[in-house]
């Protein structure tokens, strides 16, 4: 048995004990994220979205200004980053709809459906190989979504709709992300989601200009703060080990939104979204070493 430590893509060895302190706080800082979009009340939606991705169109500004980096630069791919940053936007949309409509831990249970749906498009769109030991999970994660929703043929199940719909569209872009591997660089990828969000929704800001209050404002720029947060703390996560090891720890983003959505509003989640969400999340782990082995058969 070799005791050699695995690598991430640059060969460096993996730091795990730094990747998911970064996991920690990515997950944290989403967790925070949905609960300054509840705490924003009845600010309109478009506007949400616009601050959500302000500060990390700044941010993501600043490093294409260090890297020396034109993100307007002409591609062959614009349409493709164009078709990614939609996705994302739709996802964006429907996932705050839910948060503004459901529990802070079911809203973020049905967005986390998303690395399923990664699994279905990437083979229709990216002709992927599909690995049959994941219709288990996947199996395990439709039935998980459908108690989290609980169908009820109604109104009153849109909003949960929209949340399984957030997971479908970030699926979707995750996708598009994967497509643009060596074709566009991830600060670019991250700046022109963000660019295509604010600009999309800003005149909707214009004609309609906003008047929150102090604490609605402050949860504005704390929705914007704490998405680059967990957005950035992903990327560190991810440079410091490989994938197919950590990417199972998304969820504690769930885990974190859980307590939030305790102390924040008393939220306590029924038995059967309690079963939903560890079908959801066993049906993850099951993906998540299915991948492993598969990639280890194939190594």
Same mark, same amino acid.
Request: glycine letters at 8%.
């Given at each position: 048995m070799s005791d050699r430590r695995p690598t991430t893509a640059d060969n460096s060895p993996d730091n795990m004990p730094r990747a998911m302190?970064? +996991?920690v706080f990515s997950?944290? *800082?989403?967790?925070l994220m949905g609960a300054m979009v509840k705490l924003s009340g009845d600010v309109a939606l478009p506007t949400k979205v616009f601050? $959500? =991705?302000?500060? !990390?169109l700044g941010i993501t500004g600043i490093v294409a200004v260090r890297l020396r980096e034109n993100p307007l630069a002409p591609t062959p791919y614009g349409p493709r980053l164009l078709l990614r940053s939609l996705c994302g936007l739709? &996802?964006? #949309?429907?996932? /705050?709809?839910? #948060? =503004? $409509?459901?529990h802070l831990a079911d809203a973020s249970?049905? =967005?986390k459906t998303s690395p399923f749906f990664v699994a279905v498009f990437a083979v229709i769109f990216l002709k992927e190989s599909f690995n049959r030991a994941l219709v288990p999970a996947l199996l395990a994660a439709f039935v998980g979504a459908v108690m989290v929703?609980?169908?009820? %043929?109604?109104?009153? +199940?849109?909003?949960? #709709?929209? &949340?399984? &719909? *957030?997971? +479908? /569209?970030? &699926? +979707?872009?995750?996708?598009?992300?994967?497509s643009l591997k060596g074709h566009a660089s991830p600060n670019r990828i991250i700046l022109t989601f963000s660019l295509v969000s604010c600009l999309a929704t800003l005149p909707f800001l214009v004609t309609n200009p906003p008047q929150p209050t102090t604490r609605q404002w402050l949860a504005l720029l704390g929705t914007g703060a704490f998405a680059a947060g967990g957005q950035y703390g992903l !990327?560190?996560?991810?440079?410091?080990?490989?994938?197919? $090891?950590? *990417?199972? %720890? !998304?969820?504690?983003?769930?885990?974190?939104? #859980?307590?939030?959505? %305790?102390i924040f509003?008393?939220?306590r989640p029924g038995l059967i979204s309690l079963g939903g969400g560890l079908l959801i999340i066993g049906a993850a782990a099951w993906t998540h070493l299915a991948t492993q082995r598969e990639k280890e058969a194939g190594a």
């Open positions: 302190a970064w +996991m997950g944290l *800082s989403f967790a601050f $959500r =991705n302000l500060v !990390t739709a &996802g964006v #949309l429907l996932y /705050f709809l839910a #948060l =503004n $409509r459901m249970l049905l =967005n929703i609980k169908p009820r %043929f109604d109104v009153a +199940m849109l909003p949960a #709709l929209a &949340g399984f &719909g *957030s997971g +479908m /569209f970030a &699926g +979707m872009a995750y996708v598009f992300v994967r !990327t560190y996560a991810y440079h410091h080990a490989r994938a197919s $090891r950590i *990417s199972i %720890f !998304t969820y504690l983003h769930v885990l974190f939104a #859980l307590v939030l959505g %305790f509003w008393g939220e």
